[in-house]
């Protein structure tokens, strides 16, 4: 597979593509934790929902 | 499990968990699948190697304007219907809305130099284009802005069905004006006028990004109810303790 005088240009485009994925996925996987994270700290120091499940429950 | 159902954010929760994970493996194959096309696809006469680049650009482009159409339906859901994930589903977008809109413009820009011999143009479909990723940024940033999620997600909506204008602006920009963009090949009255062996990879990864936006969309929106839960025990901690 030849990518011509102008492969610079096809590579970055998809290398970028790539990249801005990757830290679309990255960031919402750490967001999650992160709120799962703050939701048993809350249910380490006694706050409770109002339905009495426990705050991570999903 | 019924649509009304989804309104109970527990039981939509309780959905994503059993979905995700099938929802990403079907994104991933699919993506891999359209790759492998897109190496493979023939030059073309014109645009020899370069053409490549159109199967990344035409996917991100349409979602650039996908999501701000199902933006604009959830904003409806939150002004009309009050549905209470509507303004969680318009919320969780708007990033990902914006990360498809810079795509659409970058691997443009990228195409637009070995073909145009300019990497922009103050034309109508780039500078359109543009306007829309100014306004996923400047919803987020009203979101951010807005403390109260409530009065945030009325300001957004009335915001997001304002910038739905946009849409029909950008999809006709190319017929309604004279620009260096070329005029639809897919999405047109007489059918595509791309050969099928660009028109199949290009259909494979326009599927294989419209499920990554409903993968990435579907787990953005379980982090928003996450953080509202985390916002509303925050709020009965803080009552607990100045009673």
Redesign the interface.
């Known amino acids: 597979?030849?990518?011509?005088?102008?492969?610079s240009?096809?590579v970055?485009?998809?290398t970028?593509?790539a990249a801005?994925?990757l830290?679309?996925?990255i960031w919402?996987?750490i967001?999650?934790r992160r709120?799962?994270e703050?939701?048993r700290e809350?249910e380490a120091?006694g706050?409770t929902?109002r339905?009495g499940?426990q705050?991570t429950?999903? | 499990m019924t649509l009304i159902d989804l309104a109970n954010p527990t039981k939509f929760l309780s959905l994503t968990a059993r979905v995700l994970p099938w929802l990403a493996g079907a994104t991933a194959i699919l993506l891999l699948i359209g790759f492998y096309q897109a190496a493979m696809a023939p030059d073309d006469y014109q645009h020899g190697a370069v053409v490549k680049i159109m199967f990344i650009h035409v996917p991100n482009a349409w979602l650039s304007m996908f999501v701000w159409s199902v933006m604009s339906l959830a904003a409806l859901g939150t002004l009309v219907w009050r549905h209470p994930l509507a303004d969680v589903a318009a919320k969780a977008a708007a990033p990902i809305g914006a990360a498809f809109t810079f795509l659409a413009l970058v691997t443009g820009s990228l195409w637009g130099r070995p073909m145009w011999g300019t990497y922009w143009q103050w034309d109508a479909r780039l500078t359109s284009v543009l306007v829309l990723f100014l306004m996923y940024l400047g919803l987020m940033a009203l979101w951010r802005a807005v403390d109260d999620p409530s009065r945030a997600a009325r300001a957004a909506a009335v915001l997001t069905l304002v910038g739905a204008l946009n849409l029909p602006i950008i999809k006709f920009s190319v017929d309604w004006w004279n620009t260096l963009h070329q005029p639809a090949s897919v999405l047109r009255m007489g059918g595509p006028t791309l050969d099928k062996a660009f028109l199949i990879p290009l259909l494979v990864m326009a599927v294989g990004f419209s499920l990554l936006f409903v993968t990435l969309h579907l787990a953005a929106m379980r982090n928003e109810i996450l953080r509202r839960r985390v916002r509303s025990l925050q709020m009965m901690q803080a009552s607990q303790q100045a009673a």
Do not use: C
Not at chain 1, 1 to 7: D, K, Q, R
């Open positions: 597979m030849s990518l011509g005088p102008y492969a240009f096809i970055t485009s998809y970028l593509v801005i994925v830290i679309l996925i919402i996987a967001d999650y709120q799962k703050r939701l809350l120091s706050v929902r339905s499940r705050a429950d999903i």
